[in-house]
T-cell receptor
Framework: GDSVTQMEGPVTLSEEAFLTINCTYT??????LFWYVQYPGEGLQLLLKATKADDKGSNKGFEATYRKETTSFHLEKGSVQVSDSAVYFC?????????????FGTGTRLQVFP | DAGVIQSPRHEVTEMGQEVTLRCKLI?????LFWYRQTMMRGLELLIYFNNNVPIDDSGMPEDRFSAKMPNASFSTLKIQPSEPRDSAVYFCAIPKGGGPGNEQFFGPGTRLTVL
């Protein structure tokens, strides 16, 4: 079945460092792909999305490119800030037209230190 | 998202007590998801409603858990009797628009502690 695999955390970085959080997926066809962010004590918020191959989603300095050939959707940011400390979830939306379900990865905690 | 309101935000109860978690949708929606999040198991889908009918409840842990969506603006998740292992943060979420490929909006969650 459809699934999402993302790197284990925590990822610990100094402020202004480059961030990559890896995400790969298994799915039939071309699902939509998402990155969600969860700040401490809050619910999940959509960070960015891509709906077809080679699309690049971007928001708040974060980017991810839908790579069909490698079935990946890695999250990147050129210079992280302390305020980016959160848990990041990769997710996909299956192509089934009977459901709005999302399939989430296990989440990756990012800790950014000054 | 401001359109999804959960109550209570925090609940502390004793083992064996009944717990009811509530989710209110400001604009109403035909679909709704309940999730549970713990450190050990991460984010788990408990149940999914479409047109106010439970479509997939395979994630509901056991008979102690039940959920209803009596109308497009309201849903409840009930645990009876509660156990310490039910301690978690529970989220409800709604999809944006209809059909596949759409993101979900999450409520702020209810943190449940069962002593």
């Amino acid at each position: 079945g459809d699934s999402v695999t993302q790197m284990e955390g925590p990822v610990t970085l100094s402020e202004e460092a480059f961030l990559t959080i890896n995400c790969t997926y298994t799915a039939t066809g071309y699902p939509s792909l998402f990155w969600y962010v969860q700040y401490p004590g809050e619910g999940l918020q959509l960070l960015l999305k891509a709906t077809k191959a080679d699309d690049k989603g971007s928001n708040k300095g974060f980017e991810a490119t839908y790579r069909k050939e490698t079935t990946s959707f890695h999250l990147e940011k050129g210079s992280v800030q302390v305020s980016d400390s959160a848990v990041y979830f990769c997710a996909l939306s299956p192509l089934s037209y009977n459901t709005d379900k999302l399939i989430f990865g296990t989440g990756t905690r990012l800790q950014v230190f000054p | 998202d401001a359109g999804v309101i959960q109550s209570p935000r925090h609940e502390v109860t004793e083992m064996g007590q009944e717990v009811t978690l509530r989710c209110k949708l400001i604009s109403g929606h035909n679909s709704l998801f309940w999730y549970r999040q713990t450190m050990m198991r991460g984010l788990e889908l408990l149940i999914y409603f479409n047109n106010n009918v439970p479509i997939d409840d395979s994630g509901m842990p056991e008979d102690r858990f039940s959920a209803k969506m009596p109308n497009a603006s309201f849903s409840t998740l009930k645990i009876q009797p509660s156990e310490p292992r039910d301690s978690a943060v529970y989220f409800c979420a709604i999809p944006k628009g209809g059909g596949p490929g759409n993101e979900q909006f999450f409520g702020p969650g209810t943190r449940l502690t069962v002593l």
